[in-house]
């Protein structure tokens, strides 16, 4: 006789049935979720579909987090199984080996996850395990536990969607983070004219089933890209103080002049001051490009909509009607926004709430100069200028860089009290970093 299904499993059944699974992952890493039930759940979902290898971890971690050591052994021993070598097994079983007053077998353990994260740091590209460093790994799962998981970097069947809005640092995180992917679970939009045309040719040519199977992809145009991928889908970004990113982007094309680029502003080319830039910018109603780009992605997908294509509409609304509609844009679809000026505490927050054990170390790509200094220096009436034509962008940020101190102020301070930069050659300080501490 058949054994009668549990409410949790007529729970899995029904949502799979319905194409919905995904949602178990972010019902049960939600802030309100009990952190025993949390495990209670993993641990039992685990049992049902042992082949589940991604579940099965979700099990092993939840259940260290809940103290229940014993339990979690099993499904570490499983785990390590598949991945003997890695950082995060070897660290949660010699915490595990810890509590369980097996000191050699921790240490040994310890020893493991050490090696892996050394290797990982010192590998190309980098990482930081968060696993490795008791100090980093304990603060991620009270700060998991307060903010929940509304996307987990390891699921399938979705797809991070970075917003590369210009002259924020999006080409250096862009490059970083897709090293948290294997290259076939990619698409990058080209930069400029005859790489964005191919990689729109490429989309348009790939099978929906093949571009449901991507997990990240970089966006550099006003396009909502979310249409093109996986039905479950989060957008994140860094954002920058709007006077800062208009005097960048001056400078940008103002360096690659000689190289000529396809996007080169011609007036720049041509030699006008930034003055005269900020005045045509002004004059031709060309600014807050920022709340027009996000308030697009609600609008039909046009994939020979890009850059300043955008919609009559976004062009004809008042500076508050902007702003309403950019913040509603990004309540709506982004996990996560974050700030140019706190860029190594913004990748690290962005990993935690992504629920990645693994902070990639980067290279910085800016290819404009000191702005800042450029930006201090600019005269008052040009900087006048800039913010009467970027006023609803400059309200955006405003707003956006509140919330951001108010949902992340206590692990900015964390961060700015106890870790290293990821930027090389800084990361190396992660090498002795808690060393010692299992």
Not at 145 to 158: L, M, T, V, Y
Not at 202 to 227: G, K, V
Request: glycine share 6%; hydrophobic share 40%; with cysteine.
């Amino acid at each position: 006789m058949a054994r009668p299904e549990n409410g949790f499993q007529l729970l899995i059944n029904r949502l799979k049935a319905f194409g919905n699974a995904d949602q178990i992952v972010e019902i049960l890493y939600s802030p309100e979720m009990d952190t025993d039930l949390r495990a209670d759940r993993f641990s039992e979902w685990a049992d049902l579909e042992p082949e589940n290898e991604f579940v099965g971890r979700c099990a092993a971690r939840t259940l260290v987090a809940a103290g229940r050591h014993k339990e979690a052994h099993i499904y570490l021993q499983q785990w390590l199984l598949r991945d003997g070598a890695g950082a995060e097994p070897n660290a949660l079983m010699s915490e595990v080996y810890l509590h369980l007053k097996e000191d050699n077998l921790a240490a040994a353990c310890a020893r493991k996850a050490h090696a892996a994260a050394k290797g990982d740091l010192n590998s190309s590209p980098g990482f930081v395990d968060i696993s490795a460093y008791p100090k980093i790994r304990d603060f991620a799962r009270l700060f998991r536990d307060k903010h929940g998981c509304r996307f987990h970097i390891e699921e399938g069947g979705q797809t991070l969607i970075h917003f590369h809005h210009w002259r924020t640092g999006g080409t250096t995180i862009r490059d970083s983070f897709r090293n948290l992917f294997d290259p076939n679970q990619i698409f990058i939009f080209g930069d400029y004219r005859d790489p964005f045309l191919k990689s729109r040719q490429e989309l348009l040519d790939s099978p929906q089933e093949i571009r449901r199977e991507i997990r990240f992809t970089s966006i550099h145009h006003a396009l909502p890209a979310h249409y093109f991928f996986s039905d479950k889908f989060a957008y994140f970004t860094l954002l920058r103080d709007p006077i800062e990113t208009a005097v960048s982007w001056y400078h940008w094309h103002v360096k690659n002049i000689e190289l000529d680029p396809q996007w080169l502003d011609p007036d720049i080319k041509n030699g006008i001051s930034i003055k005269e830039y900020a005045e045509k910018t002004l004059r031709t109603n060309n600014g807050n490009l920022l709340s027009r780009w996000l308030i697009n992605l609600d609008a039909e997908p046009d994939l020979d909509n890009r850059h300043r294509g955008l919609p009559r509409a976004v062009w004809e609304m008042s500076d508050d009607e902007l702003v309403a509609q950019a913040m509603q844009s990004l309540d709506k679809h982004f996990a996560f926004v974050g700030l140019t000026k706190c860029f190594d505490a913004s990748l690290f927050i962005l990993c935690l709430l992504l629920h990645s054990d693994r902070i990639p170390v980067y290279e910085w790509k800016g290819r404009s100069g000191n702005t800042g200094a450029a930006t201090d220096n600019i005269e008052p009436e040009v900087s006048a200028m800039l913010l009467e034509a970027n006023s609803a962008d400059n309200d955006l940020y405003q707003k956006i860089q509140a919330q951001f101190n108010n949902r992340y102020g206590d692990a900015l301070a964390w961060f700015n009290g106890e870790m290293a930069p990821f930027q090389m050659p800084g990361a190396a300080q992660f090498e002795t970093l808690n060393a010692g501490e299992f």
